[in-house]
């Protein structure tokens, strides 16, 4: 399985970007789709996930600002970030959960938010 992030770069506080993670290869089954963030110096964290029957989890940081949907029909996730702040920096990771307990990993993008 091969996971192809896009949508990350440059903004100032206040504006918005759209994050897409394509899954590709081998997939028997997609279940769980999500995001995760991690900034220098500090844990990857959970951004948000959605589950294959829709439940959606966001991490405290981010409720309220950013969205999580995903097409299954296409195997891609989608993180829309609205009002973004300087912390939210961070190298973004798409996260695929398939089959009987696998998982892949995005090579990871970046986003920058300056004040």
């Known amino acids: 399985v091969q996971l192809v992030e896009s949508g990350g770069g440059l903004v100032q506080a206040g504006a918005s970007l759209t994050l897409s993670c394509a899954a590709s290869g081998s997939i028997f089954r997609i279940n769980g789709m999500g995001w995760y963030r991690q900034a220098p110096g500090k844990q990857r964290e959970l951004v948000a996930d959605?589950?294959?029957?829709?439940?959606?989890t966001y991490g405290d940081p981010v409720k309220g600002r950013f969205t999580i949907s995903r097409d299954n029909a296409k195997n891609t996730v989608y993180l829309q970030m609205n009002s973004l702040k300087p912390e939210d920096t961070a190298v973004y990771y798409c996260?695929?959960?398939?089959?009987?307990?696998?998982?892949?990993w995005g090579q990871g993008t970046q986003v920058t938010v300056s004040s």
């Open positions: 996260n695929v959960e398939y089959g009987l307990g696998s998982d892949a």
């Open positions: 959605i589950s294959s029957s829709g439940r959606i």
